[in-house]
């Protein structure tokens, strides 16, 4: 029998806490967790030709052009541990991407995060990133042990350039512009679900694995 394949979108505007949930899900699933954000960062980071071109639009809070995304995406796609699925965070974002998506690869679910703007600026504005591990903290709801430090690796927690307040305002709007429109295509295709992102993210890992049952 062949083994059941788990190819799940997660949807939602940033702030919302997809990343957290994908984290959690993908080790429960045995599916690796292909955040865009996290690939585009590591390109950042290690100042590759297409992280050079990429980091302007990031840090202004702009969507990175297409074809550097579908780039990246198809590159880890093709890794061995994605052939069992996978469990995408932060792509599609635009029409044109899930178009594209379609063309990779077909997909099982879609989950779309829910939570009111104030709350997505409150979670956004206290974020903080490992930038060894990539482990996510906010100080007010789930801050590290030790001030600025990561739990995992010591190594000193930054604030994301985009999580700065301009940044913030752009983010939002381009989800609303752009990939908000995914919800009426993908709920017209049979595979949208809601999730209610308010509470802890147990809450919302509870509610993540009723709608996926
Ligand atoms: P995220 O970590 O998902 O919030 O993504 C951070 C930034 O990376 C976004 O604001 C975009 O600039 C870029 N990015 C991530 N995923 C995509 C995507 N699918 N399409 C275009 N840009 C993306």
Redesign the pocket.
Known sequence: MAPTMHRVIFLGP?GVG??TQAASLSKELGVPHL????L??VAVAARTPLGLE?QG??DA??????DL?LRI?RDRLAAPDAAVGFLL??????LA?AQRLEEISPVESVLSFELPAHLLIERLSGRRVCPKCLTVYNIATRPPKSPGRCDLDGAELIQ?P?DQPA?ITT?LA?YAEQTAPLLGYYRRKGLLQTVDAHGSPNEVAGRVRTALR
């Open positions: 940033p997809k990343g955040s865009t954000g996290d585009l960062r990429a639009h990031m809070g702009r969507l990175v052009p297409d995304v995406l965070d932060g792509f599609p974002r635009n991407q994301r985009d940044a983010r381009v």
